[in-house]
């Protein structure tokens, strides 16, 4: 009697601990998507004085497209450092701005490299799980909770190249001689699984960056550093270390 009670608790502490263990079988995951990005700086924003600390400079005809690819490797459960290169494009005119009469406009096309790290808040769980009847032979299917949230801070190298636009071509204040900049983007994302190796995702990401110039506008009444917003779809993809179907994936048994 004793001897099963012993071999049962035994059995128990070994699922639990497979089960707390499981990510360390698919710890790396590769991703890609598409992008929006919005400019803030000196050329374009409200006709009015005040912006609603930035909120009425929000011109949704000037998002612009762009792609990200990246990885990201866990290294406990609730942290994850990444790698990312995004391509895209910012835009942005006097238009119905408060400059309008000056008529300034431009397109920079940027690339940006960075690595980072991110911290889970919902981390990706293996205590809830969503059952699929994927085959017969198999049975029940379970993978790991399909819904997470985490936060990210980067840092990195951002290359860029204005074009200038209308008044600003001849402008003596149009400035091309800088193309790189350190960018800090810092945000929020989340994922839901739709398989247990596929999940799909969207993150947005405040890019801080040291230079003035992403519009190749300089001016002595400039106070700060130009900034710019992504928006990212992403699908994400785990790989696993080993070749056995569905290891990574927690099971347990019905009944």
Avoid: C
């Avoid at 929000?58 to 450092?81: D, V």
């Avoid at 990312?84 to 397109?107: C, E, H, W």
């Avoid at 839901?192 to 799909?200: E, L, T, V």
């Amino acid at each position: 009697m004793k001897k099963g009670i012993l071999i049962f608790i035994a059995g128990v502490m070994l699922s639990g601990l497979g089960l707390s263990q499981s990510w360390k079988t698919a710890p790396l995951e590769f991703y890609g998507g598409i992008s929006g990005l919005h400019y803030f700086g000196d050329i374009g924003g409200t006709a009015s004085e005040s912006s609603l600390l930035g909120i009425k400079d929000i011109n949704f005809s000037k998002i612009r497209p762009g792609f990200t690819l990246g990885a990201r490797y866990q290294i406990m459960k609730p942290l994850n450092l990444r790698v990312s290169y995004s391509l895209g494009t910012l835009s942005q005119s006097d238009l119905n701005s408060r400059n309008d009469n000056r008529n300034f406009a431009f397109k920079t096309l940027i690339n940006e490299f960075t690595i980072g790290a991110e911290y889970y808040i919902i981390p990706e769980s293996n205590e809830n799980y969503h059952y699929s009847i994927m085959q017969v032979r198999g049975g029940l299917r379970h993978y790991r909770q399909p819904f997470s949230l985490y936060v990210t801070v980067n840092a990195g190298a951002l290359l860029f190249n204005v074009t200038p636009q209308e008044s600003l071509a001849v402008s003596p204040n149009f400035d091309e001689s800088k193309s790189f900049a350190i960018a800090l983007p810092l945000g929020i994302g989340f994922k839901y699984a739709i398989m247990p190796q596929i999940s799909i995702g969207s993150e947005l990401l405040l890019h801080l960056t040291t230079t003035n110039l992403l519009d190749g506008y300089d001016s002595q009444y400039s106070k700060f550093n130009d900034i710019f917003y992504s928006l990212n779809i992403k699908i994400n993809y785990k790989i696993q270390k080993t070749k056995r179907r569905n290891v990574g994936i927690p099971r347990r048994k019905l009944f």
